[in-house]
């Protein structure tokens, strides 16, 4: 694999630069004849932005300028030699001599990362980096390169003292993350001690240590420049500190984290994705709220450019709200469309990544749109939003198994970008399509006809399942289930199906927008459901039921019965007042365009199915945090 990516032909023992554009121009124009990059440019802007994160050179006269960038070509390392060395802002003051420029794909595959692996083993070699500086020909250089030294028959007689845990990651992924981890490594054997080392690179985080491991280890090292999750180290002794002092010197770093002091989690900390009361929730929550807050600028941003181009441009029709044609409220329409389509994969993916990390991207994406398009396995309508739930915590778990089996190392670097992704898609492809997929259809067609016989009977009764199945899944199976009936009803000239819908449609969405106003004080929503509460409120208005769909995901248990208790008295007071809508929508919107029979009274209905599901969801989520500090306490 490293001849791939390293060969004579990229290496430069005498380079003539004498500052540290200078090398990166020389290291560049090697690769660009040997048709590595396609943009010598491009590819400088990026290495310069690299380096405005972190200085990349090292002690000992090493420097690795990396970056990835669309103007990598193929994955390649460029090696060049300064015989009387560049002033490059390393660490230790001294001059660079040796430089490795690390040229990768951006969004490409990730074979240099394990070249990177074998590099950072080298460098921190004994003697490696005098006798590379002394290499006469290329051939030498690579052949120091490519050379094999058994290390581990100088350790094996080390009596184990124990077992540390190590965590390194910069801001790039690329270099110092693995070049920290292989120091680890060294310095642990060294001291005696066994180690695992979590890396947070470029391709994921990799090699997590367990919770049983967490237990059993004697310290903690964080060497790392990226965020991670410090919540699981609490209570063990802990050293925190940059990606580079590992590399420096390892095993003093190990020295100190076990004589450090018991790590502590802060408040903040453990309550940042949760409101105070909220420290006993798990991880499935975690992965909720990731995909919820992927989700919700894609559901404000197609919510409000919907809301908008309708309530300007629409007018009423038989067949719905409808912009004239030629209105440039089409394109603005249009737009907001593309947002909706995308949140409902938006969540499924980003379930799926909080569960995974990156292998699991790519399917959980994949499986929320399957979920959410019903034609993939031969319903009228999609799973909305619990499809996409199902689909994400799906693939996040079976990706997870796949990339936790231990692999041969050739094949390792291809899990992450093609094993994981592949298997995964076809998984959940398979599942909704071959064994979900069916009693979708099935349940659909029988709601559809439970419907049909209940349409000359009790209309109280019509209206409770009506409205609770408007305000269930908020634009999923049930909901259209529902809409589509109630449409099927005006061509056969029974408009008041469609009344007690159009009542129960912006039920959802409003009523979450007064929670988070009247609830605003209680410490009851998290602050980005406030804020998402004023564009819910807004979307209800033109009866865009799925601007309550973050809050539903965040918290079904309290959200979901009260939007289907609101819904449900709207529609059963829209029934009783013999409210009829001859357009196919719904929401104040549509009464005040006059496509209502008794706009006020239909008004009414909405507002008070609206106080209902607002009032029963706060007084749910004061219950559901009451019981969360008891279990607390």
Same mark, same amino acid.
């Given at each position: 694999m490293i001849t791939k990516l390293i060969n004579e032909k990229l290496i430069s023992l005498d380079l003539k630069a004498n500052s540290k554009e200078e090398v990166f121009k020389e290291l560049i124009d090697v690769l660009y004849s040997q048709k590595r990059i396609s943009d010598k440019e491009k590819?400088?802007?990026?290495?310069?932005?690299?380096?405005k994160l972190g200085n990349t050179g090292f002690e000992d006269g090493v420097a690795l300028p990396h970056a990835k960038s669309s103007a990598v070509l193929e994955p390649a390392v460029v090696i060049g030699v300064s015989r009387n060395g560049i002033e490059y802002g390393a660490e230790d003051g001294q001059p660079s001599k040796l430089f490795f420029m690390i040229a990768s794909p951006d969004g490409g595959d990730n074979h240099h990362i394990e070249v990177l692996a074998e590099l950072s083993s080298k460098l921190i070699e004994e003697g490696f980096i005098d006798s590379f500086l002394k290499a006469e020909t290329n051939d030498q250089a690579l052949a120091l390169l490519l050379e094999k030294k058994d290390v581990l028959a100088t350790d094996s007689n080390i009596e184990t003292k124990g077992f540390v845990i190590g965590v390194t990651g910069c801001p790039a992924g690329v270099a110092h993350t693995y070049l920290a981890a292989e120091a680890l490594e060294k310095g642990a054997s060294a001291l005696g001690y066994q180690i695992k080392v979590e890396t947070n690179g470029s391709?994921?985080?990799?090699?997590?240590p367990t919770e049983d491991e967490i237990q059993c280890a004697d310290a903690i090292i964080v060497a790392c420049d990226k965020q991670v999750d410090m919540a699981r180290f609490a209570g063990k002794r802990l050293i925190k500190t940059n990606v580079k002092a590992p590399i420096k010197d390892a095993k003093g770093l190990i020295n100190q984290a076990l004589s450090s002091p018991v790590y502590e989690a802060e408040q903040g900390c453990a309550q940042s994705v949760s409101n105070k009361?909220?420290?006993?929730?798990?991880?499935?929550?975690?992965?909720?709220?990731?995909?919820?807050?992927? %989700?919700? *600028?894609?559901?404000?941003?197609?919510?409000?450019?919907?809301?908008?181009? @309708?309530?300007?441009?629409?007018? *009423?029709?038989?067949?719905?709200?409808?912009?004239?044609?030629?209105?440039?409220?089409?394109?603005?329409?249009?737009?907001?469309?593309?947002?909706?389509?995308?949140?409902?994969?938006? @969540?499924?993916?980003?379930?799926?990544?909080?569960?995974?990390?990156?292998?699991a991207l790519a399917p959980g994406l994949i499986g929320g749109w399957i979920a959410n398009h019903g034609s993939f396995y031969g319903a009228e309508a999609g799973t909305g939003f619990i499809g996409a739930i199902i689909a994400g915590l799906l693939v996040g778990y079976f990706v997870k198994w796949i990339t936790s089996v231990n692999y041969h190392k050739f094949i390792q670097p291809l899990v992450p970008i093609m094993i994981a992704p592949i298997t995964g898609s076809l998984f959940i492809a398979g599942l909704f399509i071959f064994v979900i997929g069916a009693p979708i259809a099935s349940l659909m067609d029988g709601l559809t006809a439970m419907l049909t016989s209940m349409s000359s009977g009790n209309v109280v009764l019509l209206g409770i399942v009506l409205g609770g199945m408007a305000g269930f899944d908020m634009g999923g199976p049930f909901n259209k289930v529902a809409f589509l009936f109630s449409v099927g009803m005006?061509?056969?000239?029974?408009?008041?199906? %469609?009344?007690? %819908?159009?009542?129960?449609?912006?039920?959802? *969405?409003?009523? %979450?927008?007064i929670a988070t106003f009247l609830g605003r004080k209680l410490d009851i929503f998290e602050k980005s459901e406030l804020e998402t509460g004023k564009a819910a409120g807004a979307m209800g208005l033109v009866g865009i039921s799925e601007g309550a769909i973050p809050f539903a995901a965040q918290d079904p248990v309290s959200v979901i019965p009260a939007n289907m208790l609101g819904s449900i008295v709207a529609a059963v007071m829209a029934f009783s007042f013999g409210i009829t809508d001859s357009v196919a929508h719904g929401g104040p919107v549509v009464a005040l365009l006059g496509a209502m029979n008794d706009p006020l009274l239909a008004l009414l209905c909405m507002i008070a199915g609206s106080f209902v599901t607002a009032l029963t969801c706060i007084t749910l989520k004061k219950i559901r945090k009451a019981r969360l500090m008891a279990a607390a306490a």
């Amino acid at each position: 694999m490293i001849t791939k990516l390293i060969n004579e032909k990229l290496i430069s023992l005498d380079l003539k630069a004498n500052s540290k554009e200078e090398v990166f121009k020389e290291l560049i124009d090697v690769l660009y004849s040997q048709k590595r990059i396609s943009d010598k440019e491009k590819f400088l802007e990026d290495i310069k932005a690299r380096e405005k994160l972190g200085n990349t050179g090292f002690e000992d006269g090493v420097a690795l300028p990396h970056a990835k960038s669309s103007a990598v070509l193929e994955p390649a390392v460029v090696i060049g030699v300064s015989r009387n060395g560049i002033e490059y802002g390393a660490e230790d003051g001294q001059p660079s001599k040796l430089f490795f420029m690390i040229a990768s794909p951006d969004g490409g595959d990730n074979h240099h990362i394990e070249v990177l692996a074998e590099l950072s083993s080298k460098l921190i070699e004994e003697g490696f980096i005098d006798s590379f500086l002394k290499a006469e020909t290329n051939d030498q250089a690579l052949a120091l390169l490519l050379e094999k030294k058994d290390v581990l028959a100088t350790d094996s007689n080390i009596e184990t003292k124990g077992f540390v845990i190590g965590v390194t990651g910069c801001p790039a992924g690329v270099a110092h993350t693995y070049l920290a981890a292989e120091a680890l490594e060294k310095g642990a054997s060294a001291l005696g001690y066994q180690i695992k080392v979590e890396t947070n690179g470029s391709i994921g985080v990799k090699n997590s240590p367990t919770e049983d491991e967490i237990q059993c280890a004697d310290a903690i090292i964080v060497a790392c420049d990226k965020q991670v999750d410090m919540a699981r180290f609490a209570g063990k002794r802990l050293i925190k500190t940059n990606v580079k002092a590992p590399i420096k010197d390892a095993k003093g770093l190990i020295n100190q984290a076990l004589s450090s002091p018991v790590y502590e989690a802060e408040q903040g900390c453990a309550q940042s994705v949760s409101n105070k009361a909220s420290q006993a929730r798990s991880d499935m929550y975690r992965f909720l709220m990731n995909g919820v807050s992927h %989700m919700i *600028p894609f559901v404000v941003t197609g919510g409000l450019l919907i809301a908008l181009s @309708l309530a300007i441009g629409g007018e *009423p029709t038989e067949s719905g709200m409808a912009i004239p044609p030629g209105s440039m409220w089409n394109q603005i329409l249009d737009v907001g469309v593309v947002a909706f389509t995308l949140m409902i994969p938006i @969540l499924a993916g980003y379930i799926a990544y909080a569960i995974a990390d990156r292998p699991a991207l790519a399917p959980g994406l994949i499986g929320g749109w399957i979920a959410n398009h019903g034609s993939f396995y031969g319903a009228e309508a999609g799973t909305g939003f619990i499809g996409a739930i199902i689909a994400g915590l799906l693939v996040g778990y079976f990706v997870k198994w796949i990339t936790s089996v231990n692999y041969h190392k050739f094949i390792q670097p291809l899990v992450p970008i093609m094993i994981a992704p592949i298997t995964g898609s076809l998984f959940i492809a398979g599942l909704f399509i071959f064994v979900i997929g069916a009693p979708i259809a099935s349940l659909m067609d029988g709601l559809t006809a439970m419907l049909t016989s209940m349409s000359s009977g009790n209309v109280v009764l019509l209206g409770i399942v009506l409205g609770g199945m408007a305000g269930f899944d908020m634009g999923g199976p049930f909901n259209k289930v529902a809409f589509l009936f109630s449409v099927g009803m005006i061509a056969s000239g029974q408009t008041q199906f %469609m009344g007690a %819908m159009a009542c129960a449609i912006p039920v959802a *969405p409003l009523g %979450m927008g007064i929670a988070t106003f009247l609830g605003r004080k209680l410490d009851i929503f998290e602050k980005s459901e406030l804020e998402t509460g004023k564009a819910a409120g807004a979307m209800g208005l033109v009866g865009i039921s799925e601007g309550a769909i973050p809050f539903a995901a965040q918290d079904p248990v309290s959200v979901i019965p009260a939007n289907m208790l609101g819904s449900i008295v709207a529609a059963v007071m829209a029934f009783s007042f013999g409210i009829t809508d001859s357009v196919a929508h719904g929401g104040p919107v549509v009464a005040l365009l006059g496509a209502m029979n008794d706009p006020l009274l239909a008004l009414l209905c909405m507002i008070a199915g609206s106080f209902v599901t607002a009032l029963t969801c706060i007084t749910l989520k004061k219950i559901r945090k009451a019981r969360l500090m008891a279990a607390a306490a």
